[in-house]
């Protein structure tokens, strides 16, 4: 097995491997890469639903997604993304993506990884995109880190009620989808410190993230939020 790193930012596509026969030794490798370069491509993998799923067990517990009307039957540990209809229905998430977010940090116990497989991708276009939120954080102003150090953003999955986010059109049931289904909100720090590295990431996002507060307090920060906002845009 081998490791290449693919860009100075992040990522690594990891060679020689079978993920429906990992070793021991393998995933440690493979786990130890994972923190390394944040994010992994295994390429020519073949994997059943039941594969795919134990394969992701060694990470840790796997957890069903909100958006139960997109799960694999038989298997709601795997969520469908996709802009295929049938009989006018999307099979999957078409949504998914429209916005930069970190998997459901809506919830109180954010995802810990995803692992995406994908089985039919278009010739040009439909990129999954990534960022290093370590290096976003990182070369942030010495006096923005100070500025936002003791913030915590308030994360919702309710599109309803974050200006930033657009509700799908797909989504008629936009009312119940987001609000009677949606989780409580979720606290968390912006500046979140990886319990295994031990680096210091940003952890805020246009799709969940409503506001900021101070700790302890119940005001909106927002100039914080905008100098963090437009760091990242640049």
């Known amino acids: 097995m081998e490791v290449k790193r693919l860009s100075d930012a992040l990522g690594a596509e990891v060679l020689g491997v079978d993920l429906k026969s990992v070793t021991d030794e ?5 786990y130890d890469a994972w923190l390394k370069y944040e994010v992994l491509v295994f390429h020519d993998q073949d994997l059943t639903p039941e594969e795919h799923i134990e394969f992701s067990k060694r990470f840790g517990e796997l957890e069903v997604h909100i958006a139960v009307d997109h799960l694999l039957e038989g298997h709601p540990e795997i969520m469908m993304v996709s802009n295929k209809q049938v009989d006018g229905r999307y099979i999957g998430a078409v949504s998914a993506a429209d916005y930069w977010h970190s998997d459901l940090s809506c919830n109180s116990h954010p995802t810990k990884a ?6 039919e991708i278009p010739s040009v276009g439909g990129d999954t995109e990534w960022a290093d939120t370590y290096a976003a954080y990182e070369t942030l102003p ?7 150090a003791d913030l915590r953003g308030i994360h919702s999955w309710n599109r309803i009620r974050n200006p930033r986010v657009a509700v799908p059109e797909v989504h008629k049931d936009a009312e119940e989808r987001y609000g009677t289904r949606a989780p409580d909100d979720a606290l968390h720090p912006i500046v979140r410190t990886h319990p295994e590295t031990g680096r210091k990431a940003l952890y805020v996002s246009p799709r969940f993230t409503l506001w900021c507060r101070r700790a302890g307090a119940g005001r909106r920060s927002g100039a914080a939020r905008r100098a963090v906002r437009s760091h990242g845009e640049a």
Not at 114 to 119: D, E, G, P, R
């Open 26 to 30: 393998e995933f440690q490798e493979i």
């Open 114 to 119: 995803s692992l995406l497989y994908a089985l």
């Open 142 to 148: 010495e006096a923005t880190k100070e500025k936002i």
